[in-house]
């Protein structure tokens, strides 16, 4: 039984943290629609990553996150994040936000309106170099009554 539970825990593990995996950008990406699984960075290339599980925010409330970035090794730009398909009533500041060349992250702010549309959602988030493809990745959030 304790086997069992341990694979089945290597697995969801696994599982989790490829999850969080979008679509690399830069300059040194060759097709717009290659997903990268593996954990290192093309060398011109970077992926953005979002909190494994989703944010869940209530209504009227605000919270603090992060959009991360795992660079390539000669990537070094910076990255201008946009955000798309927010709900009714769901704001992220600033927007759009900035990984600055030498930061590992981008500090954002999720607000929610006190009449925020409820449920279940996923926010697309974009993330434009200065030269190259773009990233994209989805970040699940949800929204709660207050």
Do not use: W
């Not at 290339?45 to 390539?72: C, D, M, Y």
């Not at 974009?126 to 030269?131: E, L, Q, R, S, V």
Request: charged share 20%; hydrophobic share 40%.
């Amino acid at each position: 039984m304790k086997l069992m539970a341990g694979a089945l825990l290597v697995t969801a593990l696994a599982v989790l943290s490829s999850c969080n995996r979008g679509i690399a950008g830069g300059p040194g990406v060759v097709g717009k629609t290659t997903t990268k699984l593996a954990f290192t960075e093309s060398d011109d290339t970077f992926n953005l990553s979002v909190p494994i599980l989703p944010t869940t925010i209530k209504q009227g409330e605000s919270i603090a996150t992060e959009i991360s970035i795992k660079r390539g090794k000669n990537f070094d730009e910076d990255v201008a994040l946009k955000f798309s398909g927010l709900p009714k009533g769901v704001r992220i500041e600033p927007s759009p936000a900035l990984i600055k060349h030498g930061d590992a992250e981008a500090k954002v702010t999720l607000r929610a309106n006190n009449d925020a549309s409820l449920g279940d959602f996923t926010i697309s988030v974009t993330g434009h170099p200065t030269k190259g493809a773009n990233a994209l990745i989805g970040y699940k959030i949800t929204v709660d009554r207050k």
